[in-house]
């Protein structure tokens, strides 16, 4: 039984049985799907650690909050930065922990999927198998990003057609052409909302001599910034450190300047998407150019940006009904018949 937002039904009796997880390990966020449960974890992916013992303090959305704002001894740390894995050992304390939160009962082995991003290393692969493993998985599977992404939006990937799906998360874009259960064509660039963040950042530092803070950053890029070529009239007051004489101040922003400030790094994805096109086989574009192309993660939902896409290639773009969950559903929906999906899984989840 599905509710509006694609979301199964909690069931009384899934409660105490968790059998099947889902986790989509993202730089940004991280989502953990239990299977008749729903969604129950959806927090960024940072833990705050106390730097003279390294014991974590916090993780998730209570971390994010200590973000640029932690005393000496704690610093805050994104285990996963630019699609790969930046921090082992925390990465793996951070799994541990999130799945530990979901499990309700201990002598249960929970099935766990876990979506990676495609850009991480062999040797990165089998430490997230590891800690899942850890964390009580009894069965480990792990799912490629842009296979996960396209079964969140159900797309019909097992089928003779061409899918394409851009995801757009915190480190990169990953844009991929899917066809039969197999990505056909498929583009990563180190782009996506965390270089927005830090190019909003340089912005204020070159034009107003001002520092902001990560946090700041990307809450102005999601209320202010803008992908589409039309500009909004839209101006407001941004609060930081002058890195002249070092004290706070308050500087006025038209949302145009970080229209700007945002240029770049639309461009990139912008141009990666037409390679990737260029890179299709005739056929399959021609199924592109009828079915459109679906947007996913976070940086999806960067005003204007579907309309950019749309002026740029000409195409239909279809931005998914929930960006930031679909990945975590889709990853979930391999458990729902997993000899068909074998197929689907990464290629190296057998040691
Ligand atoms: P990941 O899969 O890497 O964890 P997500 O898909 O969770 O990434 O997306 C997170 C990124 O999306 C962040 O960089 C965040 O700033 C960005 N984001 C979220 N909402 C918006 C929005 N409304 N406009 C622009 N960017 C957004
Ligand atoms: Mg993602």
Sequence with gaps: METENNQPKESFWSRFFVNDIAIDLGTANTLVYVKGRGILINEPSIVAVRRSDQVIMA???HAKTMMGRTPGDLVTVRPLKDGVIADFDLAEKMIRHFIKKVQTNRFIRPRIAICIPSGITEVERRA?????EHAGGREIHLVQEPMA????VKLPIDE???SMVIDIGGGTTEIAVISLSGIVTDISIRIGGDEMNEAVIQYFKKSYNLLI???TAEAIKITMGSA???VSDDVKLVKGRDLVDGIPKTV???SKEIQEALAESVGYIVDAVKLCLERTPPELASDILDRGIVLTGGGA????LDERLRIDTELPIIVAEDPLKCVVLGTGRIFDNLNEFEKVLSPTKRY
Excluded: T
Excluded at 149 to 152: N, Q
């Design 228 to 230: 589409a070529p039309h």
């Design 252 to 254: 006025k922003v038209h």
């Design 213 to 215: 803070g990560e946090n």
């Design 59 to 61: 993780y998730g959305s």
């Design 149 to 152: 992404a396209a079964l969140g």
């Design 160 to 162: 003779p057609v061409g």
């Design 301 to 304: 939902l960067l005003k204007g």
């Design 128 to 132: 997230v198998r590891d800690s899942a």
